[in-house]
């Protein structure tokens, strides 16, 4: 038994409970029971305990649409690179980089961004990988990653013609390969989708292949409109707009995750909610990328399941949520708007998500749910209750104040000291392979 106490306590249950001086015991991989510091300590006398030091206490985060691959982007220069849209950006950046990765790269980049991710709270990671230049066992590599550092994550693979069809069978086979893999798991903490990149690189033949292919119980995970180029790819080629498409493929469904939805109309917004789909937006990218503004608002309201991630941009959800807070307020020219939108999107939508993929209770402190807790230290200059929450945490707080993380029981990081591994060996390692991936690239 562990209690993590002395600290204000957020669960995010079905009455918001907020406890100034709660606590949370953990039994095992799950959560035993959540009350006062009083309470428990007396309940479970013997139990070890970490002190939260009057700070947060609260689940752990869950990042909806990550990308691991994108890690040894960071400083990157490549030569000749100038994006003036899109697809320059795709092609110059994104692309370059995943068609030079080796697997020990991509295995790296995994220990980079999931290292990160325990920095920032995320406990629970959604990620769309692409490694064009070695895809058979891509996806074992970053689960490497992930049960060597005790991060919880569902991976798919971004299936595409880009490469020419040979490449694009061999990532349909991975995809398989690795559903079949995650469904044997039994620790609830792997899973696994079927990824597509966008409709645009993808042929009605591929589309007919992953149909064909894809093992029961999980659905796709999908670029969907986020350049106005994959709208008008659909119209010229397909004569009919992406949403139609993907459905008339059976893409559609509770299990299928659509990335961005910028360019959507009022009859696909109303397809996504018919067949229970569900949709990621990844305000920063969207925004940095120069791509528009999603109709988010507008998706949350009609009753769209609806997420938040980061699209491999930052791993601070907590940032993501900041930047989407004021990115829709200055699009609809509405100072009200997003205010309680995208908090739930983070801690109720993403929570949702999740569990259509794994099996205990997440982004929930309550008996029963999965033992992923995090610390944040935080001493409020207001009053702090059940009803204001979100205002302290998005004002007052970002990833950085995130000092201890439990994963399924497991703490970590305490304290701020990364408890899984050796922190300085893998960041060097990383900057040893980033180099060789920029020598390469540049060559
Ligand atoms: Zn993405």
């Keep these: 038994m562990l209690i993590i106490g002395n600290g204000r306590l957020i669960t995010r249950d079905e009455n918001n409970t907020f ?17 006062t510091t009083a309470d428990l300590k007396k309940a479970y006398p013997d139990a070890e305990w970490i002190d939260a030091r009057g700070g947060v206490i609260m689940p752990g985060l869950i990042n909806a649409h990550e990308h691991i691959y994108s890690s040894f982007a960071r400083g990157l220069s490549i030569n000749g690179y100038n994006p003036k849209g899109f697809l320059d950006i795709l092609d110059g950046m994104w692309w370059t980089i995943d068609r030079h990765l080796t697997l020990h790269q991509t295995y790296l980049s995994a220990m980079a961004t999931y290292i990160d991710c325990i920095k920032n709270g995320v406990t629970t990671v959604f990620d769309h990988h692409a490694s064009f230049g070695h895809i058979t066992g891509s996806l074992f590599e970053i689960e490497k990653a992930a049960k060597e550092l005790g991060v919880r994550t569902c991976l798919c693979y971004e299936i595409s013609d880009r490469d020419g069809m040979d490449k694009s069978r061999e990532s349909v086979m991975e995809n398989v390969n690795f559903i079949q893999h995650a469904q044997e798991d039994t620790t609830d903490m792997i899973a696994a989708m079927m990824g597509m990149h966008a409709q645009f690189t993808i042929s009605d033949e591929t589309m007919d292949l992953c149909r064909e292919l ?4 999980v659905g796709y995970h999908i ?3 986020e350049g106005i180029e994959d709208l008008h790819a659909c119209l010229r080629d397909h004569g009919k707009r992406i949403v139609d498409r993907l459905y008339d493929f059976d893409i559609l469904g509770p299990k299928t995750l659509l990335g961005h939805c910028i360019y959507i109309n009022e009859h696909e917004m109303d397809l996504i909610r018919d067949t229970d789909t569900m949709v990621v937006h990844n305000p920063e990218s969207n925004m940095g ?33 900041k930047v989407a807070n004021v990115l829709h307020k200055h699009h609809l020219c509405d100072p ?13 939508n993403n929570p949702k998500i999740a569990g259509r993929y794994f099996k205990k209770p997440l982004g929930v402190l309550k008996e029963g749910a999965a033992a992923d807790v995090i610390v944040m230290e935080y001493d409020p200059l207001t009053p702090m209750n059940a009803g204001n929450i979100n205002g302290h945490l998005m004002f007052g ?9 439990v994963c399924n029981g497991k703490v970590l ?22 180099k060789e991936l920029a020598d390469d690239i540049n060559g």
């Excluded at 001086?21 to 035993?32: F, K, N």
């Excluded at 990081?413 to 392979?433: P, S």
């Design 413 to 434: 990081m305490k304290d701020r000291e990364v408890l899984v591994c050796d922190t300085a060996k893998v960041m060097a390692d990383c900057r040893q392979a980033a």
């Design 289 to 321: 990328n120069a791509c528009g503004c999603p109709p988010t608002m507008a998706l949350v309201h009609k009753g769209v399941l609806t997420g938040l991630g980061t699209d491999g941009y930052t791993h601070d959800m907590i940032e993501s949520w």
């Design 214 to 217: 894809k093992p029961e119980g």
């Design 397 to 405: 707080t970002n990833g950085n104040n995130v000092v201890t993380t």
């Design 19 to 35: 406890l100034e001086d709660g606590a949370a015991a953990l039994s095992g991989e799950t959560i035993a029971a959540v009350g």
């Design 336 to 348: 009200n708007a997003a205010w309680g939108e995208v908090p739930q999107m983070l801690f109720y």
């Design 223 to 225: 670029h969907v409109a």
